[in-house]
């Protein structure tokens, strides 16, 4: 038997092993790596950026890397390095918030389209189907000529045609819970259905959708560029990696530079939130760890 | 001697895992004869399984077979590959798995799968192989087997598809068979049921088996040989007589002691082995079971144990106590733990009032809506899971509420805690009705009924902290104003848990911890009456006597009313003071313990008490005690619902529905016939 005052250097080695699981899990440093590189270089954008991304130096537009321009110039002759980096500043503003914004929404609708009553579930899926039977940018166009573009707009947008998403795969796990044992033992308690689904619903279900929103980072952050390239969202001269790709499209017979710029950016931080996504769940969920 | 057809030597397998290797076989070495059945015993983690995947070569995909031989037929097992191995695996050794429902394909029927097995015959054609697969599901005893080859496995009951898995095994005539714990998955009628059949099929075919199982009385019944495995080591080896009843390891003798099964008379405690199975991360250097031998001494932890012949039969037994030449069959108890089974003072309440009063209580459930009903032409879209259920249960008493699955007894235990609805009948808590109360009614009523689930570690909640767990009941109860640290202190000691694994999470508990954490998550609140649904299904014997013991411990101190849900017969045999038997929904004898097991009324109860093996190779029964399977509920047979099966039916039986009759004793049974009285 273990002297009971080891148990903080029980707990301590329990987090000291998942740290030491997710550090050999190469795939998800480097995630981690590109995802940091990521929010740092928005976060510190005025700090690392040479130019002004709203510059103009007509002489030197569309040229290659030089030692003033690291990236080139665009058709404008503005530093395209200072304009992704400002770019990424769009993006970690409607990925951070549009994710974490409809995660939350849809763990909610979710959970209780799950764990509720059967009408609200119908309900529910209704609401869901129709939102999803739209096309996202049918959706935005609509949205747009109702109210002008907009970044917020966009953001709407975004939350709005990504919940359902969220929603369904809270609402399968919930079911697929509900009738567990372990659910039932609450109830025998006494557990009223708030604290069943905040408390035990919720730290079961909230793996998958992490990973979920981990791999929708990209996808959000595609859309924001798809709604720039139509007008719909950022308005230029404000840069967005989408609106770098496509003015970068119209002039890549004069130089490539502005699309290998704008699209590193966009793949890496695909690659890093598909990486850190799969090691954090391999790394926090108790039940695909392995050797227990 | 007879001919080796199996021989094992020195079988080393380790298991790759995050946290280092696991040790899981260490020179495994055993025989098995042609034409035995050899029975491989042990708890979990003892290495049984990993045995036989080792020698079939099937282990998973993190296994080293680190060394070792098994020697089959004249070649080394371990070394086959490609065609050879197939056609090893194939043609010469068959496996019954333990779960036949997820062992077979569910989109085959059974005359595909069987015709697929059969597939290395080449030169014989379909309709061949269809007849040599009718006549070996006629010969495992499956009526009509024309039409039914022809259905898959989902129509099939438990019984029938356990049944299927042994013909399929033995189609192709295999020189060994191999059944991983063949009988667990099925009731104790049906295991009586398969247990004959194997050994039917033994004696006629002259098959040699080897028997993995952890159920004692299973390989008492049917095995030759006896194989003991402790922690990936063999430690006892032997004829089945000389291992059942001139036991030489202090291990296999403990384990044989916790078997309730074994008791004639009835003890207040029974015995356990304290401790742990050792992590095999490390090598034990020495005797494997030192740490939880009752009779270790200094020699015991540094060296390893040499096999030693025993008796007139020559069974191994690797033990320092033989190396000593201390007798083996001193007492294997310390005097000290015996004192501890005596008879303890049982106070059942003397109150007139019960604590808990049942009265015609039904459930139903629909099966499907008005509207299809309506289509299909039902009239009632619904089955009775619980009909007219009656019973009672005072403080300070147990009540066993014995069935085969199917049977209602679990839906009845939660129908009085309102986790599922009730059509009609009461429930009274102390005389206070609990049925159609909506949930907050029934709330201040929960800190007094408490419920035990099924799985230990499934219920309770994955993510939560041993002490989240242990401080929520005063939570939802609002009684934080508690110090929780305290209550959590003294819930740990309750249950003998120690301190430190508060920070542990459900999965990082072993089954014996998980149901201690259970239980004091169901005591938390001093409740009065505990109904604890299969308390010790999914453990090992040995920490099986530990939870029992425990329960009747905390019985005495707080005067609880405990009612026993379980098909295990033996365990409820050994807890309860009275029993209820179910039938399809319906109680078909109730009384006290010791007269109903003495003395069955009910032939139902009859064959469930005399379906249970007996741990004693001496005390092997002839005759199944009960044919056929349990009818399904949506369509209850006329008359007395257990006509169909009833040794003893008469035409009276068939037609006129029995009403409960109150015997002298004081036993009320359902039954037109009853066998006393």
Same mark, same amino acid.
């Given at each position: ?292 | 001697?007879s001919e080796?057809l199996l ?25 098995v004869p042609k034409g035995k059945i050899v029975g491989v ?11 036989i995947?080792?020698?079939t ?32 695996r194939g043609e010469q050794v068959s496996i019954v798995f333990q779960d036949p429902?997820?062992s077979q ?5 059974y005359?595909?799968q069987m015709?697929?097995i059969l597939?290395?015959r ?7 192989k269809?007849r040599n697969a009718i006549a070996m599901m006629r010969r495992v005893g499956i009526p009509d087997p024309?039409?039914r080859i ?6 099939f009951s438990g019984g029938m598809r356990q049944r299927a898995g042994i013909a399929m095994a033995l189609l192709m005539d295999p020189l060994l068979l191999v059944a991983d714990e063949p009988t667990t998955a099925l009731d104790v009628t049906m295991e009586a049921q398969i247990i004959h059949l194997i050994r039917e099929l033994q004696a006629d075919m002259a098959a040699t088996i080897m028997l993995v199982s952890?159920n004692?009385g299973l390989i008492a019944e049917l095995c030759d040989e006896v ?13 089945v ?49 030192? &740490? ?96 007219? !259920? ?123 911890? !998980? ?60 807890? &309860? ?34 379906g249970?093996p007996?741990?004693?190779p001496?005390?092997r029964r002839t005759l199944v005690s009960i044919e056929g399977e349990?009818? &399904? ?45």
């Amino acid at each position: 038997m273990i002297d009971p005052t080891l148990s903080g250097q029980i707990e301590f080695s329990e987090r000291r092993e998942k740290l030491t699981l997710f550090m050999q899990n190469k795939l998800g440093m480097f995630g981690l790596l590109l995802v940091l590189l990521f929010f740092a270089s928005a976060i510190f954008a005025p700090i690392f950026a040479t130019h002004d991304p709203f510059q103009m130096d007509i002489p030197n537009r569309m040229s290659g890397p030089t030692a003033a321009h690291w990236a080139g110039t665009d058709q404008l002759g503005r530093d395209t390095y200072s304009r992704v980096l400002y770019g990424g500043r769009v993006a970690l503003k409607v990925a951070a918030i549009g994710v974490s914004v409809s995660l939350s929404i849809g763990l909610i609708l979710g959970m209780l389209a799950g764990y509720g009553p059967r009408w609200l579930d119908n309900l529910l899926l209704l609401v869901f189907d129709t939102i999803r039977s739209f096309p996202t940018i049918v959706l935005a166009l609509a949205a747009v000529a109702l109210l002008g573009p907009s970044l917020n707009l966009v953001l709407a947008v975004v939350i709005v045609t990504t919940i359902p998403g969220y929603a369904r795969l809270a609402r399968t796990s919930t079911l697929a819970l509900k009738n567990t044992e372990f659910i039932l033992a609450e109830r025998s308690l006494g557990a009223s259905p708030v604290r069943i689904m905040l408390r035990h619903i919720m730290p079961n279900v909230i793996g998958p959708l992490l990973i979920l929103a981990a791999m929708d980072v990209p996808v959000v952050v595609t859309i924001e560029a798809g709604l720039s390239f139509l007008g719909l969202g950022v308005l230029p001269p404000t840069a967005s990696w989408g609106s770098i790709l496509n003015e970068g499209y119209l002039i890549i017979r004069d130089t490539p530079w502005p699309v290998i710029a704008g699209g590193i950016p966009l793949v890496l931080t695909t690659l890093g939130f598909t990486f850190l996504g799969e090691a954090l769940r391999d790394v926090f969920d108790p039940k695909l760890r392995k050797g227990h | 001697m007879s001919e080796t057809l199996l021989d094992i030597r020195n079988l080393n397998v380790d298991f790759k895992t995050p946290r280092g290797r696991v040790h899981a076989l260490r020179d495994v070495s055993f025989k098995v004869p042609k034409g035995k059945i050899v029975g491989v015993v042990g708890e979990s983690g003892s290495g049984k399984s990993t045995v036989i995947w080792a020698v079939t070569q099937l282990l998973a995909g993190n296994a080293v077979v680190e060394g070792g031989e098994a020697i089959f037929d004249g070649r080394d097992a371990l070394k086959f590959s490609g065609d050879e191995l197939r056609n090893y695996r194939g043609e010469q050794v068959s496996i019954v798995f333990q779960d036949p429902m997820t062992s077979q394909s569910p989109v085959l029927s059974y005359r595909e799968q069987m015709t697929d097995i059969l597939y290395r015959r080449k030169g014989s054609s379909d309709e061949e192989k269809r007849r040599n697969a009718i006549a070996m599901m006629r010969r495992v005893g499956i009526p009509d087997p024309e039409s039914r080859i022809l259905q898959y496995p989902h129509q099939f009951s438990g019984g029938m598809r356990q049944r299927a898995g042994i013909a399929m095994a033995l189609l192709m005539d295999p020189l060994l068979l191999v059944a991983d714990e063949p009988t667990t998955a099925l009731d104790v009628t049906m295991e009586a049921q398969i247990i004959h059949l194997i050994r039917e099929l033994q004696a006629d075919m002259a098959a040699t088996i080897m028997l993995v199982s952890h159920n004692l009385g299973l390989i008492a019944e049917l095995c030759d040989e006896v194989v003991v495995m402790y922690a990936g080591e063999v430690v006892e080896h032997g004829d089945v007589h000389d291992i059942f009843h001139r036991a030489g390891h202090p291990y296999t003798r403990a384990l044989l002691e916790c078997d309730p099964a074994r008791e004639t008379t009835r003890m207040r405690y029974l015995p356990t082995i304290p401790g742990d199975v050792p992590d095999l991360h490390v090598k034990p250097s020495g005797c494997v079971f030192a &740490s939880r031998c009752p009779r270790v001494f200094d020699h015991c932890a540094g060296n390893r144990p040499r096999q030693h012949r025993l008796g007139e039969n020559g069974h191994l037994v690797a033990c320092h106590l033989l190396d000593a030449g201390l007798a083996p069959d001193a007492p294997a108890q310390e005097p000290s733990a015996t004192a501890r089974m005596e008879q303890a003072e049982h106070a059942v309440s003397r109150e007139k009032a019960p604590l808990l009063e049942v009265d015609n209580l039904r459930v139903r459930f629909r099966i499907m809506g008005d509207f299809k009903a309506r289509i299909k032409g039902v009239d009632d879209p619904f089955v009775d899971a619980v009909l007219n !259920a009656s019973l009672s249960l005072k403080s300070g008493e147990t009540l066993g509420l014995v069935g085969e699955s199917g049977s209602g007894k679990t839906t009845l235990g939660r129908a009085i805690l309102g986790l599922v609805d009730t059509h009609s009948g009461s429930a009274k808590y102390q005389g206070q009705e609990l049925t159609g109360l909506s949930n907050s009614e029934f709330l201040p009523m929960r800190r007094h009924m408490a419920m035990m689930f099924q799985d230990p570690i499934g219920s309770l909640s994955p993510r939560q902290t041993v002490r989240a767990l242990f401080s929520e009941p005063f939570e939802i109860h609002g009684l934080d104003g508690r110090n929780l640290q305290d209550e959590v202190h003294r819930l740990c000691d309750m249950v003998s848990l120690p301190r430190n694994f508060l920070s542990r999470y459900p999965h990082e508990l072993s089954g014996g911890q !998980a149901r201690r954490v259970g239980v004091a998550r169901a005591l938390a609140l001093n409740p009065a009456l505990v109904i604890a649904d299969e308390p010790t299904a999914g453990l090992d014997v040995s920490v099986q006597g530990e939870i029992l013991n425990l329960m009747s411990e905390l019985q005495t101190e707080h005067g609880l009313g405990y009612l026993i849900i379980s098909h295990n017969l033996p365990v409820v045999r050994h807890i &309860s003071d009275r029993l209820a038997i179910m039938y399809l929904g319906r109680l078909v004898e109730r009384g006290d313990c010791d007269l109903i097991f003495e003395n069955p009324a009910h032939p139902y109860t009859e064959a469930l008490v005399r379906g249970v093996p007996q741990p004693d190779p001496g005390k092997r029964r002839t005759l199944v005690s009960i044919e056929g399977e349990v009818p &399904s509920l949506a369509s209850r047979p006329s008359g007395c619902e257990f006509h169909t099966r009833c040794k003893y039916a008469t035409d009276e039986c068939k037609t006129v529905p029995p009403v409960e009759t109150t015997l002298a004793d004081g036993r009320v049974v359902l039954c037109h016939h009853p066998l006393t009285g």
